[in-house]
Structure formats: C-alpha cells, structure tokens
Antibody, heavy 115, light 107 residues
Framework: QVQLQQSGAELVKPGSSVKISCKAS????????MHWIKQQPGNGLEWIGW????????KYNQKFNGKATLTADKSSSTAYMQLSSLTSEDSAVYFC????????WGQGTLVTVSS | DIQMTQSPSLLSASVGDRVTINCKAS??????LNWYQQKLGEAPKLLIY???NLQTGIPSRFSGSGSGTDYTLTISSLQPEDFGTYFC?????????FGSGTKLEIK
C-alpha cells in the first residue's frame, strides 16, 4: 500500500534553513505528483507547491517563492522540501501528499523556529 | 487565487443527525473539489474526490454534491467517530486552495 514516511520534528533557529524528507513506497515514485502543504495551528491548510519526480518539474504557490525549494531523489524514492531564511511564521506542521487529487498524506513534520 | 469559503465554521450535532457542510469557490472550479476529514494530531484523510466520488474505504454515509462554485458534503447519519475538522479543497487552478475548515462536534 501507499506510504509516505516523513522525517522527524525539527527545532531550528531564526535565519537558518531546514530540509524535510518524505520517503515514498507502495507505488511508482516517478509517476505521480508530490505536493507539500503547510498547516499552522488555527490557520488551516496552505498549498506550498508540487514536484513531478519523473522529470523534476515544479510548481510553487507564489507566496512560497524563495521560501521553499522542492526536490526529489529517484534513486531513493524520496521527496525533499527545503525551507530557508526561517522566521517564527514558518513554525508549522508540513505535510507531503500524493497525486493530482492529493489522496495520500504523510504523517507530517513539525518545524519549530525558535532561538 | 481562488478563495474557498466554507460554512459553518463550527457545527454541533447529535448521533443520527443528517449534517451538511458547504463550500463556495470564488470562481468556477469545474467539480475539482475534494473533502477531507482531519482529527487532532493526524494527517487529513480523503473522503470525497472530484465532488461526488467516494474514496475507497470511506463509509457510504458520506456523500458530496455540487457544481460550478457551490459544493456540499453530507453525512447522512452522524456517527460518534465522525468528529473532527472537515476541509474542502480545490485542485482546478493554481495555486491549489483549501477551505478554512468546519469543526464538527458530537453532542
């Protein structure tokens, strides 16, 4: 069955960067879109962007241009999201999620930005 | 960006009740509308995709309808395990956008 296993919680300092991983299994990694989504307490869900691992094509929500960078490693079936120049506004749970209709989700990675 | 206005934001209902949650898009989304349920500390779970298609494994008491800009999720007979927050989501146009959520409480 489809599984998306995300990396663990991160505590990072303001101004730094963090890279979150999402290891996929149970399907052909290169054949389906991988999305990334942000959730802050009480603030609902925001779509960050999308990568197609088959060719590395990406699409970003303009709001996250310059903040998020999406990559994928076909050899390990793992998608990555790097967040840069972190501020307290980036403290959130980040999800990877699969497919054009976003049917399957990872368990989420909590990122806390604090000095 | 397409705005998704979801209502109500809070809903309290009893077991056995028929419950409806609404989502209004700021423009036509051509039925590319999904519904998710999220429980505290968990990832959202897909219930309905493309307006009215029941995801595998989801009970048939959940159903969806709508077209154009107006969409509805219906739970025909509320069960205790149906508590949680429900989100609509449009995947017709970039950037993809979510509704603000409906918190469903069981009386």
């Amino acid at each position: 069955q489809v599984q998306l296993q995300q990396s663990g919680a991160e505590l990072v300092k303001p101004g730094s960067s963090v890279k979150i991983s999402c290891k996929a299994s149970g399907y052909t990694f290169t054949s389906y879109d991988m999305h990334w989504i942000k959730q802050q307490p009480g603030n609902g869900l925001e779509w960050i962007g999308w990568i197609y691992p088959g060719n590395g094509n990406t699409k970003y929500n303009q709001k996250f241009n310059g903040k998020a960078t999406l990559t994928a490693d076909k050899s390990s079936s793992t998608a990555y999201m790097q967040l840069s120049s972190l501020t307290s506004e980036d403290s959130a749970v980040y999800f990877c999620a699969l497919g054009a209709g976003i049917a399957y989700w990872g368990q989420g990675t909590l990122v806390t930005v604090s000095s | 960006d397409i705005q998704m206005t979801q209502s109500p934001s809070l809903l309290s209902a009893s077991v056995g009740d028929r419950v409806t949650i609404n989502c209004k898009a700021s423009q036509n989304i051509n039925k590319y509308l999904n519904w998710y349920q999220q429980k505290l500390g968990e990832a959202p779970k897909l219930l309905i995709y493309n307006t009215n298609n029941l995801q595998t494994g989801i009970p048939s008491r959940f159903s969806g309808s709508g077209s154009g800009t107006d969409y509805t999720l219906t739970i025909s007979s509320l069960q205790p395990e149906d508590f949680g927050t429900y989100f609509c989501f449009q995947h017709n146009s970039w950037p993809l956008t979510f509704g603000s959520g409906t918190k469903l409480e069981i009386k």
